[in-house]
Nanobody, 121 residues
Framework: QVQLVESGGGLVQAGGSLRLFCAAS????????MGWYRQAPGKQRELVAT???????TYADSVKGRFTISRDNAKKTVYLQMNMLKPEDTAFYYC???????????????WGQGTQVTVSS
């Protein structure tokens, strides 16, 4: 069993900051890519940022320069530091990871339960 537990969402005024956390636990051999996605009401889920096991990152154009993704491999945790938040960043944020299950060669994608981020104008 593998679980992803997210935290850190909330309500913030425009221009403010939030930091999201996502910790993976369970029968994990190794973690490849970790990332954050978001989904606003009436819209499709979209990629926000990813980070691979070597630390290379990718960002959606809409968050470049404002959001920073990082990870702690020892803690199996990925973070999303969100600065200069805008009302259009309001969405449900989901953690995602591709990992290899312990004692197998199986690589699977897992999703967290999501955390709400609301930015007021």
């Amino acid at each position: 069993q593998v679980q992803l537990v997210e935290s850190g969402g909330g309500l913030v005024q425009a221009g403010g900051s939030l930091r999201l956390f996502c910790a993976a636990s369970g029968s994990i051999f190794s973690i490849n890519v970790m990332g954050w996605y978001r989904q606003a009401p009436g819209k499709q889920r979209e990629l926000v940022a990813t980070i691979n096991s070597g630390g290379s990152t990718t960002y959606a154009d809409s968050v470049k320069g404002r959001f920073t993704i990082s990870r702690d491999n020892a803690k199996k945790t990925v973070y999303l530091q969100m600065n200069m938040l805008k009302p259009e960043d309001t969405a449900f944020y989901y953690c995602n990871t591709n990992l290899r299950i312990l004692s197998t060669s199986i690589v699977r994608s897992y999703w967290g339960q999501g955390t709400q981020v609301t930015v007021s104008s």
